[in-house]
């Protein structure tokens, strides 16, 4: 059973920093995505920035403001958040799905592994 467990939330005013980190018990060479995604009270899960082979993506709302990085060494995904904003306050995930499919694959999360979670507040 692999196991991802992130770490890292807290409590930030408006235009400041934290960084999120994910460690996940993935075999070497496993051929996953990892990515974090985000769920505000009232409002649907989304997703925030992916991880695909090394590939990255952002939703619009944080391009320009957060980083994906991953240690392969250490099985760990980070998301370095900058110029935090209130709106950006949400239960925070770390996810990683299998790849599937033809032509480079596409990202599972719904058959992967998720976290608990890690709580970031920003206030204004």
């Known amino acids: 059973q692999v196991q991802v467990v992130e770490s890292g939330g807290g409590s930030v005013q408006a235009g400041g920093s934290l960084r999120l980190s994910c460690a996940a018990s993935l075999s070497p060479h496993s051929n996953y995505c990892m990515g974090w995604f985000r769920q505000a009270p009232g409002k649907e899960r989304e997703g925030v920035a992916i991880?695909?082979?090394?590939?990255?993506t952002y939703a619009d709302s944080v391009k320009g403001r957060f980083t994906i990085s991953k240690d392969n060494a250490k099985n760990t995904l980070y998301l370095q958040m900058n110029s935090l904003k209130p709106e950006d306050t949400a239960m925070y995930y770390c996810?990683?799905?299998?790849?599937?499919?033809?032509?480079?694959?596409?990202?599972?999360?719904?058959?992967?592994?998720w976290g608990q979670g890690t709580q970031v507040t920003v206030s204004s």
């Open positions: 996810a990683a799905g299998p790849i599937f499919g033809a032509y480079g694959g596409s990202c599972r999360f719904d058959l992967g592994y």
């Open positions: 991880d695909k082979d090394g590939s990255t």
